[in-house]
């Protein structure tokens, strides 16, 4: 009764992230859908130009999905790419902003904070999400954020896959490597992460944040794994 699946790619939680992880779904688990419509979802995320398929099979029986033999460790991806960074939320979304070189706290102020996320949250009523790298918890982004009255949602460490804007990059990163043809050079892969991006119908991005309560509780009844 074995069944072939791609492994799912997790990441290594040591016993205090799991129980940080835990509290905060549990914390969370009656959040209304107002809560979640009322959150831009915020990240970054790497595209490469070449890169291998990447296709692993395993397999599994129903149930088995987080078992530690099914599960390949997330590591990231190099070759010749762009960094992109953008925001979801319900019924909306931002541009996306492309990143040169490495992203600094100051550079995360400069860049992305002051002139893209300020006035989207102010012009839709809305509090940001954004994971705890460093560029996004130090102290020049933290006081700028207070300054500008920006509410912050608080996140756990190494929670990516909670978020569902992980689940959009993914989309898009389809979207590109199916076009016709593929993106050959850095100002092709521009364009069509530019153009694929508008693209993603705005139901799959409502959907998911649609989600949330549903992870939370997927995540309080994945409390015996490190999942």
């Given at each position: 009764?074995?069944?072939a699946h791609c492994p799912h790619r997790g990441l290594d939680l040591t016993a205090v992230r799991h129980r940080n992880r835990l509290?905060?779904?549990?914390?969370?688990?009656?959040?209304?859908?107002?809560?979640?419509?009322?959150?831009?979802?915020?990240?970054?995320?790497?595209?490469?130009?070449?890169?291998?398929?990447?296709?692993?099979?395993?397999?599994?029986r129903v149930g088995e999905r987080f078992a530690d033999v099914n599960v390949v460790d997330q590591v990231a991806h190099g070759g010749d790419g762009v960094m992109v960074w953008a925001g979801v939320?319900?019924?909306?979304?931002?541009?996306?902003?492309?990143?040169d070189g490495i992203?600094?706290?100051?550079?995360?102020?400069?860049?992305?904070?002051?002139?893209?996320v300020v006035p989207f949250i102010h012009g839709h009523h809305l509090m940001l999400q954004h994971n705890n790298a460093r560029p996004h918890v130090a102290r020049i982004c933290t006081q700028f954020l207070k300054a500008e009255n920006i509410p912050v949602l608080a996140w756990p460490a190494y929670s990516l896959n909670m978020s569902p804007i992980e689940h959009v990059w993914d989309a898009l990163d389809r979207h590109i490597r199916q076009r016709v043809p593929v993106p050959?050079?850095?100002?092709?892969?521009?364009?069509?992460?530019?153009?694929e991006w508008t693209?993603?119908?705005?139901?799959?991005?409502?959907?998911l944040i649609n989600s949330m309560r549903r992870r939370c509780v997927a995540l309080r009844e994945a409390n015996h794994t490190r999942y």
């Open positions: 009764h074995l069944h509290e905060w779904g549990n914390a969370h688990i009656r959040g209304r859908l107002a809560l979640w419509r009322g959150v831009l979802f915020t990240g970054e995320s790497q595209f490469s130009l070449y890169r291998a398929d990447g296709r692993r099979r395993v397999w599994r939320c319900y019924r909306q979304r931002t541009q996306v902003h492309f990143i992203l600094n706290a100051q550079r995360y102020s400069d860049e992305i904070l002051r002139p893209i050959a050079n850095i100002q092709q892969l521009h364009t069509a992460i530019e153009e693209n993603i119908p705005q139901a799959t991005i409502n959907n």
